[in-house]
DNA sequence: TTGATACATTGACAACTATCTATATATGTG
DNA sequence: CACATATATAGATAGTTGTCAATGTATCAA
């Protein structure tokens, strides 16, 4: 099966500095200079990490001038999590089918 | 903040053949010589897989004799979610409190 | 055009990870 | 006890990853 696919896009989050913008960017989009502000990395290293979470689709970029703005994908979030749930879910009574299983706490 | 045990659970799931385990513990519990034959690894490499879904406790062990039967832990799988959540999510329209949120597809 | 700013790319390096072989431990069987 | 089976641990190694300094590219302003 495809876990290549899956690997690469779950380890967008498995960066300290990475989950880090995921929270810098849950109330909107930021440019990379701001972001480079909160963060205390250089700004290579914030465009190494950006690219990982673009090329993961949790992320979307949108060019301005010179400057770089960069927004939570709803879209990608949602296959994420939807993808996620593919790995970490169980059969317990309730049942996936239902949606009453245990599994489906914090979705 | 704690980010680092964070990243520490979801590197849990950034291998392939995890992946593949997370699927075949889907339907109940499995000692790990049934899985070391569904899994092109040997017996070392099963075990340090084995133990790194443990850690996360997204897998539990119980030994029995000289067997061990692994199984997904519907707790550790909902609280997987629940923090994947806190960082796979964007305000949209529908808004988080409400559960209305793109980001609530695929719980 | 010159200079400043924002961002990307390159190359190097240390740290981490997945894998194996070899070996150890534990359990059950004759 | 001796032996087989199931699992864990130790050590080695190749590949990956996060980081930085240095440099390149693009945009804008004076």
Request: hydrophobic residues 35%; contains cysteine.
């Amino acid at each position: 099966m495809g876990f290549r696919e899956d690997v690469r896009k779950i380890k967008a989050l498995t960066d300290e500095n990475r989950l880090a913008i995921m929270l810098a960017l849950q109330h909107g989009e930021k440019c990379g200079c701001v972001l480079l502000e909160e963060l205390n990395i250089t700004q290579p290293t914030l465009s190494h990490h950006m690219r990982i979470l673009c090329d993961s689709d949790l992320v979307v970029g949108r060019k301005d001038g010179k400057w770089m703005y960069y927004s939570i994908s709803p879209e990608g979030v949602a296959a994420f999590r939807e993808m996620i749930g593919t790995y970490a879910r169980c059969d317990c009574e309730g049942g996936n089918e239902t949606g009453n299983c245990c599994c489906s706490v914090g979705a």
